[in-house]
């Protein structure tokens, strides 16, 4: 039989889950609410390799759902209902468990609950003309799911220096006739440059396309990860290694370096001859980050609704009413004619 983790209401044994509105624990039976120091009692005689072996033990019983159809593999505990996949809405079934190689460094907890994330759906909605009358119900948007993607962020420093030169024309008139003067100047520059919390999107799926348009976010609310934040979630297992990505992110800090360093030549006209850039140490963390997402399908098309948990931005895409819009364009012919008859009547 497959242990699962989950999170007892110290007062009526009710499944715990993070409300993010309230940034604390509730239990739905009897509405308590708790921190999270509550119910994880720490024993402070525990050295601390066996409080890491206890920390990586709680995160080895997360539960790993597949989705048969897309292939997404969501990770969750017991206190969420993994019934559909959040990306294309087929059932899911349980693999087993996730191994704590996978474990995070930090997360964003959710800081925009579910209802929230409903009503900006709404509005969004209201903005647009053409939907279908049948689009919105409300058991459609029941099923809005908080989904906490895997990114990894790097901070690095580097130092080198770059070669460029700049030209400056000044023209001016004597009496009739043009003066030019063209002035090529070289310059050097080298300089250090820290970087901090340098994003990498943790997927190659199609998921990895959903993030950009609710990007960014704010890493100052990054804390410690804890299994608890994912009761009543779900999050993306990545399946991107930092082996995979080293040579391209060591591409982007340098390019990233010389652009700063060409940056501060105060002149116009600059280019760039030549640049000799070194990259120290990188340090690397494994994160989740909060969204919302709906997927609901309408003549067999899917789309895809997001928002961003923390910050709110909003990504959608909406099917479009073909009647409302033949509708349009007959009333707007119908205008044109009426426009065109008065004009021929008033010319002839």
């Known amino acids: 039989m497959l242990d699962a983790v989950q999170y007892k209401c110290p007062n009526c044994g009710g499944g715990l889950i993070f409300d993010p509105e309230k940034q604390d624990f509730i239990c739905e039976y009897c509405d308590s609410v708790f921190k999270e120091q509550d119910f994880f009692v720490k024993d402070e005689n525990l050295d601390a390799d066996k409080a890491k072996q206890a920390e990586n033990a709680d995160f080895d019983n997360a539960l790993l759902y597949i989705c048969p159809s897309c292939g997404a593999e969501i ?47 709404k509005e969004l909605c209201t903005k647009k003309k053409f939907l279908p009358k049948d689009f919105i119900y409300e058991s459609r948007l029941e099923e809005i799911k908080g989904v906490y993607f895997p990114y ?54 199609k998921d990895r396309d959903l ?39 060591s591409e982007k800090i340098k390019a990233f370096s010389r ?26 963390s494994y994160n989740l980050l909060p969204v919302w997402v709906l997927n609901y399908k309408h003549k067999d098309k899917n789309y895809i609704y997001a928002l961003n948990g923390q910050t709110g931005k909003v990504y959608g895409e909406m099917p479009v009413c073909s009647k409302k819009l033949a509708g349009l364009f007959a009333a707007v012919t119908a205008v044109a004619t009426v426009i065109l008859t008065v004009l021929t009547e008033v010319l002839f």
């Open 152 to 205: 990894w962020y790097i901070d690095g420093e580097s130092d080198g220096n770059i070669n460029a030169t700049s030209k400056q024309v000044r023209t001016w008139m004597v009496g009739d006739m043009r003066h030019t003067e063209t002035t090529l100047r070289g310059h050097f520059r080298q300089g250090n440059i820290s970087i901090r919390n340098m994003p990498e999107a943790a997927l190659k799926s």
């Open 259 to 284: 652009d700063r360093l060409l940056g501060s030549v105060e002149y116009p006209n600059v280019s760039l001859k030549d640049s000799s850039i070194r990259i120290g140490e990188m340090r690397w």
């Open 211 to 249: 993030l950009k348009y609710v990007c960014p976010f704010n890493s100052a609310d990054f804390v410690p990860f804890s299994m608890s934040y994912l009761s009543g979630f779900f999050a993306e297992k990545r399946d991107t290694e930092k082996s995979e990505l080293e040579n391209s992110v």
């Open 75 to 121: 990770v969750t505990d017991e206190t969420t209902a993994a019934t559909s996949c959040y990306y294309c809405s087929n059932p899911v079934v349980l693999s087993g468990k996730l191994s704590g190689n996978f474990k995070p460094d930090n997360i964003i907890p959710f800081k925009i609950d579910k209802d929230e994330a409903i009503k900006k759906f």
